[in-house]
């Protein structure tokens, strides 16, 4: 934007209208020069941000939702849509429950690009047991931003196999 000051004003506003497909934390630099009447020049530049906020979500588990006939030694896994804060990606945070029951001691953690949380249980889950996964809005994203809303998903492990063994051939 270019803009020239009467001699007799001492300050004009500019308006910056950001793209509204900038993505959260674009660097956008601005140059202003200006010169008084003895012909000086001064000449000043800021780097703007794009301020992220817009709050995570949780866009996938694993899993599934209300998923059946899962693995006992299976992680949980929670994604993200947007890289989230390291330091809210915690065992407070991000919890397993038996459906109705007691927290199953797990540790959690972050992967490097910041958009899946691991659950993994200390041990085994239990067979035929339905689990749910929470997720509090404790969590934040990068620009500390939190979740609106908490958010829970379920699943079943493996029913136990009743059958037992058959000899099949001798």
């Given at each position: ?62 899993p ?9 030694y ?68 990068l ?28």
């Amino acid at each position: 934007v270019v803009g020239l000051l009467d001699a007799d004003r001492v300050e004009r506003a500019f308006q910056f209208l950001v793209p509204e497909n900038a993505v959260a934390n674009a660097a956008f630099t601005l140059t202003a020069s200006a010169r008084d009447e003895a012909g000086h020049q001064g000449t000043a530049t800021r780097t703007l941000y794009v301020a992220d906020i817009e709050p995570p979500e949780v866009v996938d588990v694993d899993p599934e939702d209300n998923g059946l006939y899962v693995l006992l030694y299976q992680n949980a896994l929670v994604t993200f849509s947007e890289p989230m804060a390291t330091s809210t990606i915690n065992a407070t945070n991000i919890t397993l429950w038996v459906d109705g029951g007691d927290q199953v001691s797990a540790s959690v953690g972050l992967s490097q690009n910041g958009f899946v949380a691991t659950i993994n249980p200390d041990s085994d889950l239990a067979y035929g047991t339905t689990y749910e996964i929470q997720v509090s809005t404790g969590v934040t994203d990068l620009a500390g931003n939190p979740m609106v809303t908490d958010f829970a998903s379920t699943f079943t492990t493996l029913p136990p196999d009743l059958a037992g063994p058959q000899l099949v051939s001798i």
